[in-house]
């Protein structure tokens, strides 16, 4: 009941974060990154790091039939690529978004 509901993903926020924004637990909301955007629900989460924003991964499939197809979104729609200067690998981890109640 915290990551998919139906069709709805869940975004883990910080209570503090949350209400900064105006949002409340199980608020629709839109999560826009230069990427894409997505719509989710709120979580509340006393354990999400304040100014962090997270979304279960596979979730969002295109296809899959009734059994995946359609449930939650694809967190991967989001991610703006970047490298980590020290290691090289991608900062999928990174990304910055704006939410807005939907």
């Known amino acids: 009941d915290t990551q998919l509901r139906k069709q709805d993903s869940f975004a883990e926020i910080n209570p503090g ?3 900064g924004l105006g949002l409340r637990e ?3 909301v839109t999560i826009q ?3 894409g955007e997505l719509t989710a629900r ?3 989460f006393e354990g999400a790091m304040p100014g ?3 979304l279960p991964l596979g979730l969002g ?3 899959g039939g009734v059994y995946l197809k359609g449930k939650g979104a694809n967190p991967a729609d989001l991610i703006v690529g970047g490298t980590d ?3 090289g ?3 999928w981890w990174k990304t910055r978004v704006r939410v807005r109640k939907a």
Request: charged content about 15%; cysteine-free.
């Open 85 to 87: 200067p020290v290691s």
């Open 52 to 54: 962090n924003l997270y």
């Open 33 to 35: 990154s230069e990427a």
């Open 61 to 63: 499939h295109t296809e």
């Open 89 to 91: 690998h991608i900062q």
């Open 17 to 19: 974060t949350a209400a």
């Open 42 to 44: 709120v979580h509340l």
């Open 26 to 28: 199980g608020d629709r």
